[in-house]
């Protein structure tokens, strides 16, 4: 009886304890204040988060925009360059051609620091030459079947390379052809020869460019446009789809003319040619 007395007085202090702490609201519950107060610090980290992400998001969109129409630019500029390379390149071998006769023919008294053909020989036809007529001496003449021609080699070089120039290529190879009938033994025939081959090759008539690019090889073996010739067999091959003879004359320019541009266009050419092949 006594025991039951003592638990008595306990239960009742409990109750009251419990009752107590039931009368708290939320509000004013301070480990429910503290949650709430970390949820709220939570919401705006998480917010901050999300909005440097999608700004970072929105820079890294803009520079790739930037960098694609910088792309672009670049794709465009490679395809204009890969595109008129090849006429730049004719262009360049025209004009140190043109210089270099033109030292060449002022270093031999050939004409007096202007331009040639002027004068008498304007009257040349579309070919670049003037036929002569009866009774004319010269060195025509003197080759019987040879073309008759007006001038000297040096003047009706002249005007076949200004034909090749203004990019008349078909008079330009008429005039070229006539040129080496006249004058086979002129200092500018293996010149010749080799820009009659180029007014094919840069029509991309290749199977005509072929033999008369390796006529240089054949009839002038002390030319000047050796190396070029020779570059030119290569490409001509490789365009007509005949490989092992393309690689075998790229080979020959860069062991036979290293440290050149022509080695250096072969070389070029050949690692296109293994990696098309690979």
Same mark, same amino acid.
């Given at each position: 009886m006594r025991s039951s007395y003592l638990i008595l007085p306990f239960g009742i202090v409990s109750f009251a304890v419990l009752a107590g702490c039931s009368t708290i609201t939320? =509000?004013?519950?301070?480990?429910?204040?503290? *949650?709430?107060?970390?949820?709220? !610090?939570?919401?705006?980290?998480? +917010?901050? %988060? $999300?909005?440097?992400?999608?700004?970072?998001? /929105? $820079?890294? *969109?803009?520079?790739?925009?930037?960098?694609?129409? =910088?792309? !672009?630019?670049? %794709?465009? =500029?490679l395809r204009f360059e890969t595109e008129s390379g090849a006429e730049r390149q004719r262009q360049l071998y025209l004009d140190i051609d043109q210089r270099l006769q033109s030292l060449e023919s002022q270093s031999r008294g050939g004409f007096d620091g202007g331009r040639p053909g002027v004068g008498a020989n304007t009257a040349a036809g579309a070919g670049g030459f003037a036929d002569a007529g009866p009774g004319t001496g010269g060195a025509a003449g003197a080759r019987g079947g040879a073309a008759q021609v007006s001038g000297t080699d040096t003047e009706n070089y002249q005007r076949a390379f200004e034909l090749l120039?203004?990019? !008349?290529?078909?008079? /330009?190879?008429?005039?070229?052809?006539? &040129?080496?009938?006249? &004058?086979?033994?002129?200092?500018?025939?293996?010149?010749?020869? #080799?820009?009659?081959?180029? =007014?094919?090759? %840069?029509? +991309?008539? &290749?199977?005509? /460019? *072929?033999?008369?690019?390796?006529?240089?090889?054949?009839?002038?073996?002390?030319?000047?446009?050796?190396?070029?010739?020779?570059?030119?067999?290569? #490409?001509?091959n490789y365009e007509l789809g005949r490989l092992d003879a393309a690689r075998t004359a790229l080979q020959q320019v860069m062991r036979n003319y290293p440290g050149t541009t022509a080695a250096e266009l072969a070389t070029s050419r050949l690692e296109a040619l293994e990696r098309e092949a690979g």
């Amino acid at each position: 009886m006594r025991s039951s007395y003592l638990i008595l007085p306990f239960g009742i202090v409990s109750f009251a304890v419990l009752a107590g702490c039931s009368t708290i609201t939320p =509000t004013d519950d301070p480990v429910y204040l503290r *949650l709430q107060a970390l949820e709220e !610090r939570l919401g705006r980290i998480e +917010r901050v %988060v $999300n909005n440097e992400s999608l700004i970072q998001m /929105a $820079n890294q *969109l803009e520079q790739l925009r930037a960098d694609t129409q =910088t792309l !672009r630019g670049e %794709v465009e =500029t490679l395809r204009f360059e890969t595109e008129s390379g090849a006429e730049r390149q004719r262009q360049l071998y025209l004009d140190i051609d043109q210089r270099l006769q033109s030292l060449e023919s002022q270093s031999r008294g050939g004409f007096d620091g202007g331009r040639p053909g002027v004068g008498a020989n304007t009257a040349a036809g579309a070919g670049g030459f003037a036929d002569a007529g009866p009774g004319t001496g010269g060195a025509a003449g003197a080759r019987g079947g040879a073309a008759q021609v007006s001038g000297t080699d040096t003047e009706n070089y002249q005007r076949a390379f200004e034909l090749l120039e203004a990019r !008349r290529y078909g008079d /330009a190879a008429q005039a070229l052809r006539r &040129f080496l009938e006249a &004058f086979p033994d002129s200092a500018l025939a293996d010149n010749a020869q #080799y820009w009659l081959a180029e =007014t094919y090759y %840069v029509q +991309r008539d &290749f199977a005509t /460019a *072929l033999p008369e690019f390796q006529k240089v090889l054949d009839l002038y073996p002390q030319s000047d446009k050796l190396a070029d010739s020779l570059l030119k067999v290569g #490409y001509c091959n490789y365009e007509l789809g005949r490989l092992d003879a393309a690689r075998t004359a790229l080979q020959q320019v860069m062991r036979n003319y290293p440290g050149t541009t022509a080695a250096e266009l072969a070389t070029s050419r050949l690692e296109a040619l293994e990696r098309e092949a690979g």
